[in-house]
């Protein structure tokens, strides 16, 4: 799926070994050995009110440009492919001349030989080149035998080929040029296999001296694939990246990103670095470099979708002092690639609005709100042909204080924007970029949290979850909406659907459903409908409505939750003798200490159910849900606070189910007599439960086995040390069960 890091340090461990961990081994195992966190929207303005940034193989897909007539082929090892078509070429020449099967074998032979000779020899110097942490690098690969030649009775083409890429791989190149100009002077009808292979290399080898003559060569390999000379390498695709490669050599930067362009529609990934590549250098330089491209439609369109896809952006609340360290210096108004990139678009007086859309959409990013506003009233209205300017124009009304009209337009753009392709996402990273990627899942999310602010608490519900917005969803489903609310919202839209079981999955754990992939990924909804029955069926069990809770729990759990129920309703039954009641209340506080985060632990916090079945707390989402109070564009909704207030859980701390189950524990041991060994285990056991996080929540039980049990075996044991004695793991009681 897709990958993802921690989001411009947003995402922080907030406890634990985990944490230490990342500490003590250093800066770049921060990123290794947490897990992954996942994205939300709730914060602050200055990071809602940013526009989204994009991906460069999704822009350059947008663009809508012409398909290539020639088509890339990519391979692992290219020395390989290039061995393994040679000798499938060689066979198809070989069957037309008639040859005996054995001369034909010993041919084909030799030529195999020598083929592995150079690939063995382009590999290791391939690899050789490459940088290496190695204190010893790698030794330099034997140069090719003086006398390697091309193997006789091979047909003319392909031998004056073989021969040039002989002396090409010794470094002999006059004698590389020469064999494949020998080749090229060849009658058309002989020289159908191997034309475009020696054009192709005629272009390399001028590459080193004279870029011009290279141009020359890598466009006439394009031209003879055209006339049907073979292609068999995808060497014609291939040109247009080398011919651009010394384009920009010239300083041709605009000649250099229309090629590259034409290269990555022909199904080559590498133009897409490429572009990267030239794009910043074109921004390094300055006009000289830009004004070209800003008057050239393609190269121009090439740019712009770059900025929007690789924006990194000043945007967000002031950097936090380091201390120690100088402050950080103030971030400047407009974004420098932004400004620099929309003065040449200006300069170059452009006037086409085809590309109006994304020239908007970078000047926001960049800060620069007015010429933002110019071009996005250039732009189509209709979200369907535009819908990044519709976007554009809600993050501006926002900015205006116009959040319903805001919220409309972001609601056009969840049902026009198209959803890309998940392998065009496959290396996405956040971290690297603007947080967040121009996607229908994002505009849900985006809409929810605008909604919420509206206090349209279920609609908003709704569309955090059709963006994959989980900690959102969750928020809202477990301390916004009470009970009833939530299970109306759950009945009515959201059926339960079976699941692929997860042979991995701890009892109850819960579902994985993207969460690290909110605003990226289409959420997998069925697993996001288990998570948010789950949810309800632990609401239930919080709120004692155990009876109703079953159809919303995983099967796993639900004997638990039938034994928990059992186990309360006997304890509570006056009737029943003192003695029994406390078994029952007994057996209720076992089941819900050792079951108590699958049947009751919180989503988020204080729990923390969401991230690795309650393995990590994290702070920083609660604190960017209470920061919205200090916004002025994405507040919280009128009743927020009250209705979270509400349905706070008690205790709110770290698995406050634990508190549940002393306090049960407690509970039965005042139905026994002082000085009962059961009633000493009771008390023990509850204060157990809590002692290793919460030693002073622990002591009235050290304090009460001391005062009503100090005759048995444990109370002794207390009394001698002063701390509460082990007792054995008690019997949850559920038949069947673990």
């Known amino acids: 799926m897709i990958l993802r890091s921690l989001s411009r340090g947003r995402r922080r461990i907030a406890t634990g070994a985990a944490a230490l961990l990342c500490i003590t081994t250093g800066t770049f195992a921060l990123w290794a050995c947490g897990p992954y966190f996942p994205n939300w929207i709730l914060g602050r303005d200055e990071i809602f009110l940013n526009a989204p940034g994009s991906v460069l193989r999704v822009e350059i897909d947008r663009l809508k440009l012409p398909p290539d007539p020639f088509h890339a082929m990519n391979a692992e090892d290219p020395y390989q492919q290039t061995a393994d078509v040679d000798a499938a ?63 006789a009775g091979l047909p003319g083409e392909m031998a004056d080929y073989l021969q040039g890429a002989i002396a090409y791989h010794q470094g002999h190149l006059p004698d590389a040029t020469a064999a494949w100009q020998r080749l090229l002077h060849r009658p058309a009808a002989e020289r159908r296999l191997r034309s475009t292979w020696a054009a192709f290399m005629l272009g390399k080898v001028a590459l080193k001296g004279d870029r011009k003559d290279a141009l020359h060569w890598f466009q006439n390999t394009r031209e003879m694939a055209a006339h049907g000379f073979e292609d068999s390498l995808g060497l014609a695709a291939a040109s247009l990246g080398w011919e651009a490669r010394a384009e920009r050599d010239l300083g041709h930067f605009d000649r250099a990103l229309a090629l590259y362009a034409r290269q990555a529609r022909s199904g080559d990934p590498t133009a897409l670095s490429s572009i990267q590549f030239v794009c910043r250098q074109a921004l390094q330089k300055g006009p000289d470099a830009l004004n070209p491209i800003a008057r050239s439609a393609e190269a121009r369109d090439v740019m712009t979708a770059f900025l929007v896809s690789d924006h990194h952006g000043p945007w967000g609340p002031p950097d936090e002092p380091v201390e120690g360290e100088p402050p950080p210096p103030p971030k400047p108004a407009v974004e420098p690639d932004a400004a620099a990139w929309l003065k040449a678009i200006k300069a170059a007086a452009i ?23 110019e071009w996005v009233q250039r732009a189509p209205a209709d979200a369907s042909a535009a819908p990044m300017a519709q976007w554009v124009r809600a993050k501006l009304l926002l900015r205006d204080g116009k959040v319903t009209e805001a919220q409309k337009l972001l609601d056009e753009v969840t049902r026009k924007l198209p959803s890309p392709a998940k392998d065009d996402l496959a290396m996405y990273d956040p971290s690297q970029g603007a947080g967040k990627v121009a996607t229908p899942f994002l505009a849900h999310g985006e809409d929810g949290a605008l ?16 963006g994959g917005f989980w900690m959102e969803g969750a928020y809202i489903s477990e301390r916004l909406l009470t009970v009833d609310e939530l299970k109306k919202f759950v009945d009515a839209g959201w059926p339960e659907k079976p699941i692929a079981a997860d042979p991995s999955r701890e009892p109850g754990e819960a579902e994985s459903i993207g969460l690290y992939a909110a605003g990226v990924d289409e959420p997998d909804l069925p697993k996001l409908t288990f998570t948010l029955r789950y949810l309800l069926g632990r609401r239930l ?25 059992k186990a309360l309703r006997e304890g509570n039954d006056a009737a029943r003798p003192a003695e029994q009641r406390a078994r029952s209340l007994f057996q209720a506080a076992c089941i819900t200490r050792k079951k108590g985060m699958e049947l009751a632990g919180t989503e988020n916090e204080p729990d923390w159910l969401a991230l690795y079945g309650g393995n990590f707390e994290f702070g920083d989402f609660p604190r960017d849900v209470e920061i919205r109070s200090q916004n002025a564009v994405l507040k919280p909704a009128a009743d927020e606070k009250q209705r979270a207030a509400k349905s706070r859980v008690e205790p709110e701390k770290r698995f406050h189910y634990r508190y549940r189950a002393a306090d049960l524990a407690r509970e039965a041991a005042a139905l026994l007599p002082d000085g009962a060994e059961d009633k000493a285990r009771m008390l023990t056991t509850g204060g157990n439960w809590l002692k290793a996080r919460d030693p002073e929540a622990a002591e009235p039980f050290l304090k009460a086995l001391v005062s009503c049990c100090a005759t048995t075996k444990l109370g002794k044991q207390a009394q001698k040390t002063h701390h509460l004695p082990e007792t054995p793991e008690c019997d949850m009681g559920v038949p069947g069960q673990p």
């Open 351 to 373: 006037k086409d609005v085809s590309g109006a859309e994304r020239l908007a959409w970078a000047a926001y990013q960049g800060g620069d709100f007015a010429t933002a506003r």
């Open 541 to 565: 069990v919080r709120s004692g409505r155990l009876g109703e809770a079953g159809p919303y729990l995983p099967a796993d759990v639900r004997p638990y939750a039938q034994a928990l129920d």
């Open 89 to 151: 070429d060689l066979q198809k020449a070989l069957g037309k001349d008639g040859l005996p099967p054995e001369k034909r074998a010993e041919i084909v032979t030799r030529h195999a030989e020598l083929r592995k000779l150079i690939h063995d020899f382009a590999l290791n110097t391939a690899n050789a080149s490459r940088p290496s942490d190695m204190d010893t690098p790698p030794p330099a690969p034997a140069p090719l035998p003086a006398a390697t030649a091309a193997p």
């Open 451 to 466: 909604l919420l602010t509206q206090g349209h608490y279920t609609e908003a519900l709704d569309h955090f979850l059709q």
